[in-house]
């Protein structure tokens, strides 16, 4: 991207300078969208700047083109996905009491247990309009808990389509539970 005159590290650091620009541009312009996203689903104020943090960390991981071209639609795919995975873990969680949380000292209330059950029906429409082979590939990921290169020896595709996959997923997933929230 950028070239010098032939020292790679006045390079590489202008490169760095760069990314973090880009980085701050897309931090500056979504971050605030995302904790107005999660306002209205999340009561701990800190536990939104937590997973918005998190949304960026793993934008940052991604070697995803669809992250790339279209930070702001994936960061939103993250935070929703993140959001599904709470929802998980407080599933798996509970107790035989669905309403008692398992520390046993706070009680969901009845709107909380409502929006978790909205939510997790919502995910499940989402997950089950995805094309058969992105669903296929997503479900390996997600709820197998398989690596890209493992999917993709399974599945006998490339890394990058797996890739392709996962990401496609996250976006109609976040299309979908978008527009039946909003």
């Known amino acids: 991207m950028f070239r010098g005159n032939g020292d790679d590290g006045i390079c590489a650091r202008a490169s760095a300078r760069y990314e973090d620009r880009q980085f701050e541009a897309v931090y500056r312009r979504e971050a605030p969208k995302l904790l107005s996203f999660l306002k209205r689903r999340i009561w701990l104020e800190e536990d939104r700047h937590d997973l918005v943090q998190e949304a960026f960390t793993r934008l940052v991981a991604s070697r995803?083109?669809?992250?790339?071209?279209?930070?702001g639609a994936y960061l939103q795919g993250i935070v929703r996905h993140l959001l599904a995975d709470r929802?998980?873990?407080w599933t798996k969680a509970q107790?035989?009491?669905?309403?008692?949380?398992s520390a046993g000292e706070e009680i969901a209330g009845p709107d909380a247990i409502a929006e978790?059950?909205?939510m997790r029906h919502r995910y499940r429409l989402a997950v089950e309009r995805?094309?058969?082979r992105t669903k296929e590939v997503f479900f390996l990921h997600r709820a197998e808990e398989l690596g890209y290169r493992q999917i993709a020896e399974q599945l006998d595709i490339s890394i990058r389509t797996v890739e392709w996959h996962v990401a496609e997923a996250i976006v109609r997933i976040g299309k979908i539970?978008?527009?039946a929230h909003g």
Request: avoid cysteine.
């Open 64 to 71: 995803s083109t669809a992250a790339l071209s279209n930070p």
């Open 87 to 89: 929802v998980r873990a």
């Open 95 to 101: 107790s035989f009491d669905p309403v008692v949380y």
């Open 116 to 118: 978790m059950n909205e």
């Open 130 to 132: 995805l094309p058969p």
């Open 177 to 179: 539970i978008g527009n």
